[in-house]
């Protein structure tokens, strides 16, 4: 793994995500990853899914390591990292097929997680899913006492990090144009919430 990032959870939970993710992108064309991180789950997804073209994309300083994976992994179906801060990066002008993020809602702002939203509306086509990965709240409260904990570690880090609450982001999806279509447990107190398109 010399040279390249590596996140011991994208090892962990790749297999369980590909499994819920893998159905609704089988007729999928274009996917476009937002915070692909260190890439590891690009290459698996890909890798997995040879008929998509898998878009990643993330701050400008993450990108040399997600594309050593990309190099690495030699996957033809691996387009280079966009530069997309969801706040200050201009949008792709492109329309995807399908959007997947995994451990980016807890980490944002307020204000990034809206901002995600909305662009994610300008670029999804019609029918289009989303499918975002992560730790969850439910009805204003926390879903496990780890949960819990993470969400104070991560507040304690960042005071405007934390865990989102599902009603709020059904909200933010509604106002993008989409709609709730399903939500998969997951292992460790995570789950999978899809939207779609209208």
Same mark, same amino acid.
Request: hydrophobic residues 45%.
């Given at each position: 793994?010399?040279?390249?990032?590596?996140?011991?959870?994208?090892?962990?939970?790749?297999?369980?995500?590909?499994?819920?993710?893998?159905?609704?992108?089988?007729?999928?064309? #274009?996917?476009?990853?937002?915070? *692909? @991180?260190?890439?590891?789950? /690009?290459?698996?997804? $890909?890798?997995?899914?040879? !008929?998509? &073209?898998?878009?990643?994309?993330?701050?400008?300083?993450?990108?040399?390591?997600? #594309?050593?994976?990309?190099?690495? *992994? @030699?996957?033809?179906?691996? /387009?280079?990292?966009? $530069?997309?801060?969801?706040? !200050?990066? &201009?949008?792709?002008?492109?329309?995807?097929?399908?959007?997947?993020?995994?451990?980016?809602?807890?980490?944002?702002?307020?204000?990034?997680?809206?901002?995600?939203?909305?662009?994610?509306?300008?670029?999804?086509?019609?029918?289009?899913?989303?499918?975002?990965?992560?730790?969850?709240?439910?009805?204003?409260?926390?879903?496990?006492?780890?949960?819990?904990?993470?969400?104070?570690?991560?507040?304690?880090?960042?005071?405007?990090?934390?865990?989102?609450?599902?009603?709020?982001?059904?909200?933010?999806?509604?106002?993008?144009?989409?709609?709730?279509?399903?939500?998969?447990?997951?292992?460790?107190?995570?789950?999978?919430?899809?939207?779609?398109?209208?």
């Amino acid at each position: 793994m010399a040279g390249k990032p590596f996140a011991e959870s994208c090892e962990q939970n790749r297999a369980p995500i590909l499994a819920v993710i893998e159905p609704w992108l089988r007729e999928a064309g #274009q996917v476009l990853e937002i915070g *692909s @991180g260190t890439g590891q789950h /690009a290459v698996y997804f $890909a890798s997995a899914m040879p !008929h998509l &073209r898998w878009q990643t994309s993330d701050r400008a300083a993450l990108h040399p390591g997600i #594309q050593a994976w990309i190099d690495e *992994s @030699g996957n033809r179906n691996l /387009a280079p990292p966009l $530069a997309l801060d969801v706040c !200050h990066d &201009r949008w792709p002008g492109e329309v995807y097929d399908a959007a997947f993020s995994a451990n980016t809602a807890h980490i944002m702002d307020r204000q990034a997680v809206e901002a995600m939203f909305a662009g994610l509306g300008r670029v999804l086509a019609a029918g289009a899913p989303f499918l975002l990965y992560g730790p969850f709240n439910r009805n204003g409260g926390y879903t496990s006492e780890s949960n819990r904990r993470f969400d104070q570690w991560l507040k304690a880090r960042d005071p405007r990090s934390g865990i989102k609450d599902i009603g709020w982001l059904n909200e933010l999806a509604g106002r993008a144009g989409m709609e709730a279509a399903a939500e998969y447990p997951m292992p460790a107190n995570n789950l999978i919430l899809v939207w779609r398109a209208r």
